[in-house]
């Protein structure tokens, strides 16, 4: 059996920036601090986090007055800032620098009188951050049939965002809908999808085809991964999304000789490393690595936490 190992593959650097600030915070401060839902979408991280003193919660309401909250790199809602403030909570934010910019594009396009069509998935935590700037001017959109269906009077001034970890694919459908019914409707001044979720999905793309089964390591509620897995479906290729080795089924590999291997943009390299461990060790597997495109994105750690490490 062959092994195409897909490079650029795991972690973003949206990921290794809120993950690198939850280390730094435990070791400042230590246990217990409280993180504003999952820092990340994935269960290892999550897990090894909560084993070294994290709590997780669903809302701020949960967390003691005066306590330290982390915001996830998923984004959150003005309305969230408001009650960490009055709560007294210090607040270190781990927003990944993309979904930000988002955030941004939505306030710029309120003040200039836009409605703006978001294209995502309604119940993701980014989803639910950034229609939390301006609830009144935002419509959630997740597919071309959702689009067909607005009432959106065709003479106003209409603009549309992206979550950044949709299916490239998909959001090109939804946007050719978008321009069709609205002609006029103004795009945001760079694409929203985040160079991670494209550039693992154009690994995808491209190596599937060369593939019998594609595995992507990730968690069932990473967008991202999810993603991955639905564009090698796309291209005619069995694919499944696993967490961690445990969940390979020996059915799947039944005359297979090629097995793509991804992860997504919250998966731990660790975690491919033991599925291609097993591979090695069931199939007398050799691994290829394939590269796509090289990476070198990095964001600085956020000012909220310079500032705690300074008064730390």
């Given at each position: 059996?062959?092994?195409?190992?897909?490079?650029?593959?795991?972690?973003?650097?949206?990921?290794?920036?809120?993950?690198?600030?939850?280390?730094?915070?435990?070791?400042?401060?230590?246990?217990?601090?409280?993180?504003?839902?999952?820092?990340?979408?994935?269960?290892?991280?999550?897990?090894?986090?909560?084993?070294?003193?994290?709590?997780?919660?669903?809302?701020?309401?949960?967390?003691?007055?005066g306590?330290?909250?982390?915001?996830?790199?998923?984004g959150i809602?003005?309305?969230?800032?408001r009650?960490?403030?009055?709560?007294?909570?210090?607040?270190?934010?781990?927003?990944?620098?993309?979904?930000?910019?988002v955030?941004?594009?939505?306030?710029?396009?309120?003040?200039?009188?836009?409605?703006?069509?978001?294209?995502?998935?309604?119940?993701?935590?980014?989803?639910?951050?950034?229609?939390?700037?301006?609830?009144?001017?935002?419509?959630?959109v997740?597919?071309?049939?959702?689009?067909?269906?607005l009432?959106?009077?065709?003479?106003?001034?209409?603009?549309?965002?992206?979550?950044?970890?949709?299916?490239?694919?998909?959001?090109?459908?939804?946007?050719?809908?978008?321009?069709?019914?609205?002609?006029?409707?103004?795009?945001?001044?760079?694409?929203?999808?985040?160079?991670?979720?494209?550039?693992?999905?154009?690994?995808?793309?491209?190596?599937?085809?060369?593939?019998?089964?594609?595995?992507?390591?990730?968690?069932k509620?990473s967008?991202?991964?999810?993603?991955?897995?639905?564009?090698?479906?796309?291209?005619g290729?069995?694919?499944?999304?696993?967490?961690?080795?445990?969940?390979?089924?020996?059915?799947?590999?039944?005359?297979?000789?090629?097995?793509?291997?991804?992860?997504?943009?919250?998966?731990?390299?660790?975690?491919?490393?033991?599925?291609?461990?097993?591979?090695?060790?069931?199939?007398g597997?050799?691994?290829?690595?394939?590269?796509?495109?090289?990476?070198?994105?990095?964001?600085?750690?956020?000012?909220?936490?310079?500032?705690?490490?300074?008064?730390?």
């Open positions: 059996m062959k092994i195409l190992l897909a490079n650029p593959r795991g972690f973003c650097a949206g990921v290794n920036m809120a993950i690198d600030v939850v280390d730094q915070v435990l070791k400042l401060k230590g246990p217990p601090i409280y993180v504003f839902h999952e820092i990340v979408h994935n269960k290892h991280v999550v897990d090894d986090f909560r084993a070294r003193g994290v709590t997780f919660v669903e809302d701020v309401s949960e967390v003691p007055e306590g330290l909250v982390v915001y996830s790199a998923h809602s003005p309305e969230v800032r009650q960490s403030k009055e709560r007294k909570l210090v607040e270190v934010d781990a927003t990944c620098p993309l979904v930000t910019k955030h941004f594009e939505v306030l710029r396009f309120v003040r200039d009188s836009y409605h703006i069509i978001f294209i995502g998935h309604r119940r993701h935590d980014e989803a639910i951050g950034t229609v939390g700037e301006a609830p009144q001017h935002i419509t959630v997740e597919s071309p049939e959702d689009v067909e269906a009432q959106i009077d065709p003479s106003a001034k209409i603009a549309y965002v992206t979550q950044t970890t949709l299916s490239v694919f998909d959001a090109n459908r939804i946007i050719a809908a978008l321009k069709k019914k609205f002609p006029n409707i103004k795009a945001p001044p760079k694409e929203d999808i985040c160079y991670a979720t494209t550039n693992r999905q154009s690994a995808v793309s491209q190596l599937s085809r060369e593939a019998d089964l594609v595995l992507v390591i990730g968690s509620n967008s991202n991964s999810l993603r991955l897995v639905e564009t090698a479906r796309e291209l290729k069995p694919a499944y999304l696993i967490d961690d080795q445990s969940e390979l089924n020996p059915a799947w590999f039944e005359g297979v000789d090629s097995v793509m291997i991804t992860a997504g943009a919250s998966a731990p390299e660790h975690l491919v490393q033991s599925v291609i461990d097993r591979l090695t060790r069931d199939f597997a050799e691994t290829e690595l394939r590269t796509v495109v090289e990476e070198d994105v990095a964001f600085e750690r956020p000012k909220s936490l310079r500032t705690l490490a300074v008064v730390g």
